[in-house]
Structure formats: structure tokens, C-alpha cells
């Protein structure tokens, strides 16, 4: 590991947060340089909502269709899958037939949920 | 496993490690550390900007290509300036100020866009000493960290005040969380056939095969799986709902204007790039060179070729791939995008990390 990191800096938290401080670096920046050079002019028509050319109606920032959050309640459950999923793919050449039963067993609820939420519906788009 | 074994892959270390030394001769340790994460960090800048404004290029001249046209070719020549030219455009563009906004929320949005897709392209490894991040649990950073992306696009459309960004926003959100379930379980599958996490071991694993051709059926269909889901995760056509032009006008970037939607522009092709490097180095062996088990000849000439030049040579490939899709297919609705990842490839997906656990058990594998 010693000789791979770069200019041997062995905390990659600090590369990370470099890497961080870059992106901020990069949209201030810009951001900087930009607000220097672009023209500046006002008119009250400028700051409306971009929609249709006539003025807006009703509120955008409104009740919004429950299908969206249903997908994501469901990606949760399978997100936390994948990650206790790592761990065991990282050592499963190791861990043999014990492991592999048991990481059956977590598998086989998790695709019974995934059954569930079809036979129930939740996969149809309404 | 970390080392390379009797090979002449250049390592990089053999420039930072110097630079390095060189700076510890007249600085203390903190200001040597400074000055290098200072170097990193321009390095990191300058490549991320030049690879976007390449990235636009290539789009456009493919692009033009598929539909019998020329494409940019006035300005420089074959028209190579053409995204400077553009880049200098879009900052003497006049940022509107909004009055409807959430102005925190509106500004906040282009830092995490920008940010997600930085700190995933600091993961990339370029060649044998040359990754930034090299963290033990690499790849599993690097898919956190791209999930850092989706936020940034919500808060922009939700922000906007619009009902086209938040539509576009929402509808984001929905295909980037659903379609990195199918990322995630692709990294898993490829990382069961690596047993590492960390970038640079999944590179070394490929060092005699690429795990495409190792991990052969599985690996196939973990490939196909993720170019899908990685073109969905960009938000690239045919799975450009978030954007689709000819109903919401232009997605969840609506109201930016000037360098402000400019950033969203520039991370999203940044993302083409890291999607396709990820799966070069998952799939593609990395910076490893193309190598067959006991041709030594054939081996060693492939070892002159530069890393980087291997790792971008490949990345640019599969990105070519992927901006073929875009041209190929006409784009899909919501319903069929949902249907499309949670009947068809998550399920696949669940079969095919059991068919690699088998591949693995039983020896199946080259």
C-alpha cells in the first residue's frame, strides 16, 4: 500500500476531503468569474417561473403523487441489502459453505419482500 | 496483492515519490501535505474540466455522425475548440435572479451535483500509483458517493419553483434511486469474483484475465445490467425523462442560466465518463493492459502502452457505447422505466450474483 499512494499520503480522508474542496472550488470559482464578467440588466418579467409564457397558476411547490416515494421506500430495503451484501462478497471465497447458507437465508427474505410488494402491486406505475 | 510482479507497468509513484521527497527537503510535514493536496487538487480541476469539455466534443461530433452531419468544425480545427468557445460563452451569460426561488436551496444544488460527481472521479484509478482516493472499501465509496448526485438534482428542481423542474426533478430522483439498486448489485456480483473492495486489488485481479472474460456468463450479463443502469443513472437517452425536452421543457435545470446550468451540463458528462470508468474497471481490468496467460511477448509490448492511456482508451469506448443508445433508441415513459429495472433487471440481477456465487464455488471460472 505505501508505494501506491499518491505522494505517499497514507490518510485518504484528507484525499477525499481535497477532492471535496475542489468541487466547491470549482462552482465558486465559476461562480466568481462569472458574476464578474456577465452583464447585469433587471425587469420584473425576468424573475418569473419559466413555464409557458403566460403568468403561472397555483402553487409548484405542491402535493406530489405517492408513487414516487412508494419506489423509494422500496429502493431502501434494497440498498441496505447491497450493503450488508459487500462485506460477505468480499470474504466469500473464504467463508465456504457456512456463509453461504446463511447469506441464503437473508437473500431468500429479501426476494420474498420483493414478491410481496409485486403480488401487492407495488411495482405498477398508477 | 498489491504489488506488481516482475512487470515494466510504469508506476507512478516513481514521479510523486520524488516531488514528494523534493518538497519534505525545505518544508515541514504539514506544509508538504498542504502543498501536495494543493497540487492535487489543480490536477484534479484541470482534468476534470478538459475530460467535459472533451466529453461535449465527442458527443457532438458522434451525434453528428449518426445523423449524417458534420458537427462542429469551424472553430479550431475540426472544430476541437468548439467547447472552449462554448465554455467561455455560457460564463458571459447573465445569471437571472430569480424572485420565487428558495434561494439557499436554488445555490446549494450545483455544489452537490459537482461535488458527487468530483469525488467519484478521484476514486478512478489512472494507472499504478496514479488514483487520488484509495480507500479499502474504494468501489463502495464510489457508489455512495455518486448517490450524492440525485440530491443535488432534487433540491435544484424543488428549489425552482417550476412545475416542469419539479416534475423532472421527481421523475430523477424515482429512475436514479431505483436504477442504483442494479449498480449496486453489479458491484457486488463483480466484487464476490474480486474479493476486494479496493480499487487498486480489483485492478490486480485482472492482471492475467479481465473479468470479463473470467467471470464469463455472469460477467456478461452484470456488464449489460450496468451499462443500463449506469446510461438511466446519468439520466441519458433513452432514459432522459428528466430532461425530456418536448414536455418539461428541459427537466430540473429549467430555471438555471449561464455557468449556473453549466455546472449541471458539465457533471452530467462527467458522469458519462465515470460510469463508463467504473465499468471498465470492473469489467475491463482498469489500467490493467491486455494480457493472455503465456504469451510473455505479446504480454510485455502490451505493458508499454501507458496505463492512463489504457484506462481512458477503454472508458472512451464504453462511453461511445453509451452515447450510441442515446442515438438508437427512442425514449422510454415513466411506467415502462420503472417496469423495465424492478420486473426485468432487478430480479436478473438477484439470479445472476447467485449464478456468480455458483461460477465461483464450483470453479467455473477461467
Redesign the interface.
Known amino acids: ?1 505505501i ?7 497514507q490518510n ?1 480522508g ?3 476531503i ?10 465558486a470559482l ?2 466568481w ?3 464578474l ?5 433587471f425587469n ?1 418579467q ?6 409557458c409564457g403566460i403568468p ?1 397558476r397555483g402553487e ?2 405542491s402535493q ?2 405517492v ?2 416515494y412508494l ?2 421506500i ?2 431502501l430495503m ?2 441496505v441489502e ?2 450488508f ?2 462485506p460477505w ?5 473464504e467463508l465456504g459453505t457456512q456463509g ?1 447458507i446463511s447469506i441464503a437465508v437473508f ?1 431468500g427474505v ?2 420474498l419482500g ?1 414478491v410481496y410488494a ?1 403480488k401487492k402491486g407495488a ?3 398508477k | 496483492m498489491n504489488n506488481l510482479s516482475d512487470t515494466n507497468i510504469f508506476d507512478f509513484s516513481k514521479i510523486t515519490g520524488p516531488i514528494h521527497d523534493f518538497l519534505m527537503g525545505f518544508l515541514p510535514s504539514w506544509a508538504t501535505v498542504t502543498v501536495e493536496c494543493l497540487l492535487i487538487g489543480v490536477g484534479l480541476l484541470l482534468a476534470y474540466a478538459l475530460l467535459a469539455l472533451f466529453y461535449i466534443y465527442f458527443e457532438r461530433k458522434v451525434c453528428a455522425a449518426f445523423q449524417c452531419r458534420l458537427g462542429p468544425n469551424r472553430v479550431g480545427p475540426w472544430g476541437l475548440l468548439q467547447s472552449f468557445a462554448d465554455m467561455f460563452k455560457i460564463l458571459i451569460k447573465e445569471l437571472i435572479s430569480l424572485n420565487h426561488t428558495d434561494k439557499f436551496l436554488f445555490a446549494l444544488a450545483p455544489y452537490l451535483v459537482i461535488i458527487a460527481s468530483m469525488l467519484c472521479f478521484a476514486v478512478l484509478p489512472w494507472g499504478y500509483g496514479l488514483q487520488i482516493i484509495n480507500f479499502n472499501i474504494g468501489i463502495f465509496f464510489l457508489v455512495a458517493c455518486s448517490s450524492i448526485g440525485v440530491l443535488g438534482i432534487l433540491l435544484a428542481g424543488w428549489s425552482s419553483n417550476n412545475k416542469y423542474t419539479l416534475i423532472g426533478a421527481l421523475r430523477s430522483g424515482a429512475q436514479m434511486v431505483s436504477y442504483e439498486l442494479s449498480i449496486g448489485l453489479c458491484v457486488v456480483t463483480m466484487v464476490c469474483l474480486a474479493g476486494s473492495m479496493n480499487i487498486t486489488d480489483i485492478v490486480m485481479a485482472q492482471e492475467n484475465t479481465w473479468f470479463i472474460l473470467k467471470g464469463h456468463v455472469a460477467a456478461w450479463i452484470a456488464f449489460i445490467i450496468y451499462l443500463i443502469a449506469g446510461t438511466a443513472e446519468t439520466n441519458r437517452g433513452p432514459f432522459d425523462l428528466p430532461e425530456a425536452e418536448s414536455e418539461l421543457t428541459a427537466g430540473y435545470h429549467t430555471e438555471y442560466s449561464g455557468i449556473h446550468f453549466g455546472f449541471f451540463y458539465l457533471a452530467e458528462y462527467l458522469n458519462l465518463f465515470i460510469v463508463a470508468g467504473v465499468a471498465t474497471l470492473l469489467f475491463f481490468g482498469g489500467w490493467m493492459p491486455f494480457h493472455i496467460t503465456g504469451w510473455d511477448g505479446f504480454n510485455t509490448v502490451m505493458n508499454y502502452i501507458p496505463t492512463p492511456i489504457w484506462f481512458i482508451g477503454k472508458a472512451i469506448a464504453l462511453s461511445f457505447v453509451i452515447i450510441w443508445f442515446k442515438w438508437t433508441f427512442p425514449r422510454l415513459r415513466i411506467d415502462q422505466l420503472l417496469t423495465l429495472e424492478w420486473k426485468y433487471l432487478l430480479p436478473i440481477n438477484l439470479f445472476n450474483l447467485a449464478l456468480m456465487v455458483c461460477i465461483i464455488t464450483f470453479g467455473w471460472h477461467f
Request: proline share 3%.
Open positions: 500500500m508505494s501506491l499512494a499518491i505522494f505517499g499520503i485518504s484528507v484525499l477525499a481535497t477532492a471535496l474542496l475542489t468541487g466547491v472550488a470549482l462552482v465559476a461562480m468569474i462569472a458574476g464578467i456577465s452583464p447585469r440588466s420584473p425576468k424573475g418569473e417561473a419559466y413555464e403561472t409548484s411547490m406530489l403523487h408513487g414516487y419506489f423509494a422500496l429502493f434494497f440498498d447491497t450493503v451484501l459487500l462478497a468480499v470474504r466469500m471465497q453461504l437473500f429479501l426476494v420483493l409485486w411495482l405498477e406505475w
